[in-house]
Structure formats: structure tokens, C-alpha cells
């Protein structure tokens, strides 16, 4: 789907890495992210790459929508000089600092584009913005002085957490914080949001199944990812919480048998939730299921379930579809 990253700039870049040495990013198993508590340079070891950070960067790129929206929550846009991969709008409150900030392309950049910009740390939600359709090995881009983060959520299978969980977007949010040296940002962002998940949490629960894609055997929300995140964090239940995985397949005969409560539709633009919910209203085995005779959905926009500062809408939203529902 992507374009293949430029190479033109091999030589050069090369003789930088020859300059420059170092040695390549490590790769054990081990948390994705456990910051150091120190006064001094911040150092991460972040999805299993360590990560040193000497001063405040001031010409930070993004490469994926949630990383970008993290740092304008932070109020780091004057820091940006660049950013990527749009998945949805901007959350209006953010739209005025975004549009200050310089496009470099409507997915990933090249690398060459991107050692064009001169940034001194590169920022992203999914570990595929540094491979070979991305922006190449983060471990040269370090070697170039250059800083780089991945979200946890996003991090290598092995790496990230077993069970992802708000906790581990805040803790992104305050490494975030700290690399930027903005650390009180952060711990107002956190109270608010708790505050907000906690009131919509305080709603009556109830059974929910969580459609991310496909119509011959749905894919849902199961155990471990972003989607079991919010459902958890609602205080919802996830009826394919017994599958492996952030998402899994199964079948439109074992969603009949579960009976959920309440339907999530993920709008994307590769797949509308209008068009789910007209599936779901013609399918002879799904229209009488009762959820979608009362039309119980929540649409929630996909890049509302990658983790970030929108989950907390999710939450709400959620909360929201499942009100006067009882467990």
C-alpha cells in the first residue's frame, strides 16, 4: 500500500554512520518501556531499544496520527517540524496548532525526505514507520544522533504488553512529557483524562461486541489490545474476550450465540460504518439478533482505537451506547 522508502541517499548517509559508529538498537525481551528517574539526559528503553535523549529535542517529525495528536495535547507543536499519516481529522481542538505544522507526506515520508527536515527525533505509533516501507532502521537513525520512540501499543510482537491497559498510553504520555521536559503537561492530561474514564465507567455495563472489519468472518476486538483497552476501561463486557490477540477472527454464527448488547461499528475510510450496519440489517442470520432490531451501535472512527488521546472518546462513546443496559 506504501510506496517503496528512496534509497538515494545511501551514500551519503553511510559515510555519516561510519562517522558516527554506535552500535545497533538491542532487541531482548524486555518491558516496552521503562524510563530512568534522573535530572539529567532522559533514557528510555523503549520496545526494547534503548533511548538516549541529551537535551529537550526542537525538531521533532510524527509519523502516525495518535503520536502526533499526543504531542499537541502536550503543547509540543512549536517543537514539530513535521509530521505524517493522517488517518482522520485532527480533533478540532488541536486543529489550529496541526495546521502549523508542515505535512511531509500523506503516509510515511522517504528517508530521504525525512533527513531533509534535519530532525532530531523521530516519533511513532506503529513500529512499521521504521521499516522498510517507513523510514528505515531506527537504529541508524540513532546512530545519526537522531532520537526515536514507538508507542507501546505499537512496539514488536514480544515486546509490547501482554494485555495493553490506560496505563500504558499514560505512561507513553509521560515518557513523551519527559523526553520534551514538560512532565506537569502530562500529569494534568492524565488527571483529566482519568477523571473523564472513570465518570463514564460509573455507567451500567453490559455485553458488547467490538467489529473492526470483514463481512465473510468478522474481525472483533479480543483479549489484549486496544479495543479490550476501552471495553475494559467502560466497564463493559468484551463477548470475545476468550480470543488471542487484539483482533481475531471468528463467526457470524458465534456472534448470534453471544447476543451482544450493544454492536461497535469502527468507521474507516477503507470500510464505512454505514456499510456495516446495512450488512447487519440485511444478513438473514444477524437482523433479528436484538441489538440490531433496536439498532444498538456505536460507531466509533478507527483512529479513535489506536492508543492514544482519543481513547478517552471512545470510553465516553461507549459508555454512552451502553446507557439503560444491564449487564
Partial sequence: MRFPVSWRVAAPLSVLLALLGGCAASGDDKPATTPSVTD??????????????AKPPARAVTMNQPATEIMLALGLQDRMIGTAYLDDRVLPEYA?????VPVLAEE?????????TEPDFVYASFAGAFGDEGVGDRAEWQKLGVGTYVSTAGCPKGVRPAKLTMDDVFAEIRDIAAVFGVRERAEALIADQRARIAKAASAKGGKVLWWDDGSDAPSVGACCGSPAMIMSAAGVTNVFADLDGSWADTSWETVVERNPDVIVLIDASWNRAADKRAFLEKNPTLKDLPA?????YVILDFSSTSAGVRNVLAVEALARGLGGVSS
Avoid: F
Fill in 40 to 53: 539529567g539526559p532522559v533514557t528510555l528503553t523503549n520496545c526494547g531499544t534503548p533511548v538516549t535523549i
Fill in 96 to 100: 489550529a496548532a496541526y495546521a502549523k
Fill in 108 to 116: 510515511y515520508p522517504s528517508k530521504e525526505k525525512l533527513l531533509e
Fill in 292 to 296: 440490531v432490531k433496536d439498532k444498538r
